[in-house]
């Protein structure tokens, strides 16, 4: 893997120390979203159907650095929405790496080259450039054109700066194998990592169509690692959750490995799905039932096999079966022969439509604060 070896060992010995505490759950990943706003529509993202008050709310810097101090995970995620519109992001950044996080910006790059100097180098960030695919699939999956070259060219930009460049693609059912392997082809050719997860079929995303499940996904991945075989993709993510994609490891969703903080709180369970929130990352852990999510658990987890679910999983199996672990990196991924077992759908609970209600309180909750803050700003004023 191409995680920088300094990188490794400061989460590798953060792993050991859970184990040596008897921890049974705990974070890896925070995933921090500290807007919702989003200069992009593309059809298959679930973050932006939000009305204009919630897509208006931001996290201060501040409430994202209490954030990471509270949940103590090694490294950041800062998804969206798209961060760079955040007029804080530098500051944000900065505090987080002065932590010593490992931060990893993940952002469309449309204001990439524009917002360069807001940071500075360092082994603690991680641009990740959300491109899905060569520039024609790209375009379409964002729903404009000219996209792709101007992300391309940001990311030339930031790395002729000094900056680590990642790629993150999100894989559709329309996405050929032979093409996904020409576009890693071609990272390996810009000289970046890429991280890849197959798309979640978030239930308010415009396109329901091109979600695949995860028979489909599995057959994919192998069809793309087959065509990879003799090549050096350079892949951010562990060999085992890697085998995962490729059907050949029977792993359960670990939700709490990657907790989600955004303008609402702590999101009931994970990234994906929204179904409440606690004010605290304490409150997170203690009252959500994480029994009842997870493929096999839950009608909603049931196509899931994205990476904020089964990274951590990977993670996690890695250090409890190093074995089985260098078995993977030595052999290489099986694209070939019989796949693990499926978990069994037929016992889960039936999905919940929870997203109407909870927008609604949160819009209550949003003009509650502002009568409060007007309330602030007129007795300040008299
Ligand atoms: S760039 Fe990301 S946050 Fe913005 S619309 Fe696309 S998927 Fe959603
Ligand atoms: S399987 Fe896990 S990561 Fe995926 S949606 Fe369900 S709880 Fe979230």
Same mark, same amino acid.
């Given at each position: 893997?191409?995680?920088?070896?300094?990188? @490794?060992?400061?989460?590798?010995?953060?792993?050991?120390?859970?184990?040596?505490?008897?921890?049974?759950?705990?974070?890896?990943?925070?995933?921090?979203?500290?807007?919702?706003?989003?200069?992009? #529509?593309?059809?298959?993202?679930?973050?932006?159907?939000?009305?204009?008050?919630?897509?208006?709310?931001?996290?201060?810097?501040?409430?994202?650095?209490?954030?990471?101090?509270?949940?103590?995970?090694?490294?950041?995620?800062?998804?969206?929405?798209?961060?760079?519109?955040?007029?804080?992001?530098?500051?944000?950044?900065?505090?987080?790496?002065?932590?010593?996080? /490992?931060?990893?910006?993940?952002?469309? #790059?449309?204001? $990439?080259?524009?917002?360069?100097?807001?940071?500075?180098?360092?082994?603690?960030?991680?641009?990740?450039?959300?491109?899905?695919?060569?520039?024609?699939?790209?375009?379409?999956?964002?729903?404009?054109?000219?996209?792709?070259?101007? #992300?391309?060219?940001?990311?030339?930009?930031?790395?002729?700066?000094?900056? %680590?460049?990642?790629?993150?693609?999100?894989?559709?059912?329309?996405?050929?194998? @032979?093409?996904?392997?020409?576009?890693?082809?071609?990272?390996?050719?810009?000289?970046?990592?890429? %991280?890849?997860?197959?798309?979640?079929?978030?239930?308010?995303?415009?396109?329901?169509?091109? /979600?695949?499940?995860?028979?489909?996904?599995?057959?994919?991945?192998?069809?793309?690692?087959?065509?990879?075989?003799?090549?050096?993709?350079? /892949?951010?993510?562990?060999? $085992?959750?890697?085998? /995962?994609?490729?059907?050949?490891?029977?792993? @359960?969703?670990?939700?709490?490995?990657?907790?989600?903080?955004?303008?609402?709180?702590?999101?009931?369970?994970?990234?994906?799905?929204? @179904?409440?929130?606690?004010?605290?990352?304490?409150?997170?852990?203690? %009252?959500?039932?994480?029994?009842?999510?997870?493929?096999?658990?839950?009608?909603?987890? #049931?196509?899931?096999?994205?990476?904020?679910?089964?990274?951590?999983?990977?993670?996690?199996?890695? $250090?409890?079966?190093?074995?089985?672990?260098?078995? &993977?990196?030595?052999?290489?991924?099986?694209?070939?022969?019989?796949?693990?077992?499926?978990?069994?759908?037929?016992?889960?609970?039936?999905?919940?439509? &929870?997203?109407?209600?909870?927008?609604?309180?949160? $819009?209550?909750?949003?003009?509650?604060?502002?009568?409060?803050?007007?309330?602030?700003?007129?007795?300040?004023?008299?």
């Amino acid at each position: 893997m191409a995680i920088p070896f300094h990188k @490794e060992l400061r989460i590798g010995a953060y792993l050991m120390k859970q184990k040596l505490l008897g921890r049974k759950r705990y974070p890896l990943v925070l995933m921090l979203e500290p807007l919702f706003r989003c200069n992009l #529509a593309c059809a298959g993202c679930g973050k932006i159907d939000y009305p204009d008050a919630i897509l208006n709310r931001r996290m201060s810097a501040q409430e994202c650095w209490d954030a990471a101090d509270e949940c103590g995970a090694p490294m950041v995620a800062i998804p969206g929405g798209e961060p760079l519109i955040h007029k804080e992001i530098g500051e944000i950044v900065r505090g987080l790496v002065a932590r010593k996080k /490992f931060v990893s910006l993940c952002t469309n #790059a449309l204001l $990439l080259e524009k917002k360069l100097d807001l940071f500075e180098p360092s082994p603690y960030l991680f641009f990740s450039v959300h491109l899905d695919g060569l520039r024609e699939h790209h375009d379409h999956a964002v729903s404009q054109k000219g996209v792709f070259d101007r #992300a391309v060219s940001a990311i030339k930009a930031a790395k002729a700066r000094g900056f %680590t460049v990642n790629v993150n693609a999100t894989i559709f059912d329309n996405h050929p194998a @032979e093409e996904i392997a020409k576009f890693l082809d071609f990272t390996t050719e810009l000289g970046v990592g890429v %991280t890849m997860s197959p798309g979640y079929a978030y239930e308010r995303a415009p396109d329901q169509a091109h /979600f695949l499940n995860r028979t489909k996904t599995k057959q994919l991945f192998r069809d793309v690692f087959a065509l990879g075989k003799g090549k050096k993709w350079n /892949f951010m993510h562990s060999g $085992l959750f890697l085998d /995962f994609l490729a059907g050949n490891q029977e792993f @359960e969703c670990t939700p709490w490995g990657m907790p989600a903080r955004n303008i609402f709180g702590w999101q009931k369970p994970c990234y994906l799905l929204g @179904e409440g929130y606690t004010k605290t990352f304490k409150e997170l852990m203690e %009252t959500t039932e994480w029994d009842s999510y997870g493929t096999g658990k839950y009608e909603k987890c #049931a196509d899931c096999m994205a990476h904020c679910g089964y990274e951590a999983t990977a993670a996690n199996a890695a $250090l409890t079966n190093p074995i089985k672990a260098m078995f &993977v990196s030595l052999r290489g991924i099986k694209t070939e022969g019989p796949m693990a077992p499926e978990i069994d759908l037929s016992k889960q609970r039936p999905a919940q439509y &929870v997203f109407s209600s909870e927008v609604q309180k949160r $819009l209550s909750d949003i003009r509650k604060d502002e009568a409060v803050e007007a309330q602030q700003k007129a007795s300040t004023a008299a």
